[in-house]
């Protein structure tokens, strides 16, 4: 059986809002996907062929001989999902989809598929490859438990590698060289509840972690080609102050010293950054780690600190945040959100006014986005206040729902606002971007 996995392509920042390359660059640099289809090609028995078909930087091969197509999707990529769904089954191809938006709406995809995966789709990976073997997909496959993270397979890293290059994943790294991050999880689940947040949803709230010797493998497998990897730990949850999280984190990263791979980012919001343990910086440290991916909008320390009327400890701590990162010789990458209900128009002033008090010179703006299934899709649809199912628009670049202190068009005008006047003010960063 010959297997397509294809990454659907979505519409990001800037295509959705043109007017921001003006000032902030849009080409310069292209991250590959989620580690989620590495992995279940890693599973897929040696009896199938296996292509995989990046969706943002290449054609979809429409006229293949291909047995089964499996795409995970994500919300922003829903649209787009949906239409090579469409044109695959109006071949004969049977098509299987996974992933975030797949679990939480299924009643969206299932019209489009022959099968939706809810839930981790490694535990029920091998019997949807035996039933398209067989031509018998069920329209549900759903993860009954959590899988057990020992028995994840060594991802099929190489086939993201030979999407590397100028038309592919890229970066321009300190010396002019082709750079490329990969996303590697090292735990899944999470005890918080934040509002926008559907990681709960999708993965629950207990956490769980990889194994040390597994991660370690994953900045092995980097050093192949001589392209200089980077690996971005995706979770905010690595920063908690828990022992059993400090105590994983640190034995795995003790594991990755010296293997060749340099870690890329970490994510944090600024109150995990002032909460996170000496280890969890000292072991970033030995790993030559770049930067913190600091998320703002989520916790309460920087969501206040930006509303209309800001408590000055709140503002503090938020500055405090970006210090202590630079105090442990590390940059900070910046992600700030607008749109809270506790935020009026001025709030695009007030995020210029702090990155400034902050120095803070590399960084992204996001609008609040209800993502479905999130406590917040479920607040908002309760409230009537969601304006649009288009599932393109929801990149946190598009007004998708009222906000209770400014119009729609008040959101997308400060969002835009903000992007352009930032970088016109830090225009020598615009180059380490994705827009």
Avoid at 53 to 64: A, K, M, N
Avoid at 99 to 120: K, N, T, W
Avoid at 150 to 165: I, M, N, Q, V
Avoid at 310 to 333: E, F, I, N, S, W
Wanted: glycine share 6%.
């Amino acid at each position: 059986m010959h297997i397509c996995f294809i990454y659907p392509s979505y519409v990001r920042h800037a295509e959705a809002n043109p007017e921001i390359r003006e000032d902030v660059s849009a080409g310069s640099y292209l991250g590959s996907p989620t580690m989620g289809i590495a992995l279940l090609a890693g599973m897929v028995p040696d009896e199938h062929d296996i292509t995989f078909i990046d969706d943002r930087v290449e054609q979809i091969p429409w006229d293949e001989k291909f047995d089964l197509v499996a795409m995970p999707v994500f919300t922003p990529a829903a649209k787009r999902a949906m239409q090579i769904a469409d044109e695959f089954r109006s071949r004969g191809v049977q098509v299987a989809v996974g992933g975030i938006f797949s679990s939480l709406m299924p009643q969206e995809m299932a019209p489009h598929v022959d099968a939706v995966c809810i839930g981790e789709g490694e535990g029920i990976w091998l019997q949807l490859i035996e039933d398209a073997k067989n031509r018998c997909l069920k329209p549900i496959y759903q993860a009954t438990e959590d899988y057990d993270l020992s028995k994840l397979p060594p991802p099929r890293w190489d086939l993201y590698f030979d999407k590397e290059g100028g038309n592919g994943y890229r970066s321009t790294g300190s010396r002019g060289q082709l750079t490329v991050d990969y996303a590697l999880q090292i735990s899944r689940g999470c005890a918080l509840r934040c509002p926008a947040c559907v990681i709960p949803e999708y993965m629950g709230r207990k956490m769980r972690f990889m194994d040390p010797e597994w991660v370690a493998d994953n900045f092995r497998a980097m050093n192949q080609g001589g392209v200089e990897r980077y690996i971005s730990l995706t979770e905010d949850t690595s920063s908690f102050p828990a022992q059993r999280i400090i105590e994983h984190f640190v034995e795995t990263l003790t594991r990755c010293e010296g293997l060749g791979t340099t870690i890329s980012y970490v994510g944090a919001s600024p109150q995990q950054a002032m909460l996170a343990s000496p280890e969890f910086f000292k072991n970033l440290r030995k790993l030559n780690a770049v930067s913190i991916y600091m998320v703002f909008g989520f916790d309460p320390a920087s969501r206040n600190a930006f509303s209309a009327n800001p408590d000055p400890k709140h503002v503090q701590t938020v500055l405090d945040a970006v210090q202590r990162v630079r105090d442990q010789g590390m940059g900070v990458y910046a992600s700030l959100l607008a749109g809270h209900d506790e935020e009026n128009k001025g709030v695009f002033d007030r995020i210029l006014e702090y990155t400034e008090k902050a120095k803070i010179d590399t960084a992204e703006f996001v609008m609040l986005t209800p993502y479905p299934g999130t406590p917040l899709w479920r607040k908002l649809t309760k409230e009537d206040r969601i304006i649009t199912r288009d599932w393109s628009l929801y990149n946190d670049a598009n007004p998708t729902f009222t906000p209770k202190n400014m119009t729609p068009d008040e959101l997308r005008a400060g969002y835009t606002y903000i992007w352009r006047e930032f970088y016109r003010r830090n225009s020598g960063t615009r180059h380490t971007v994705q827009v």
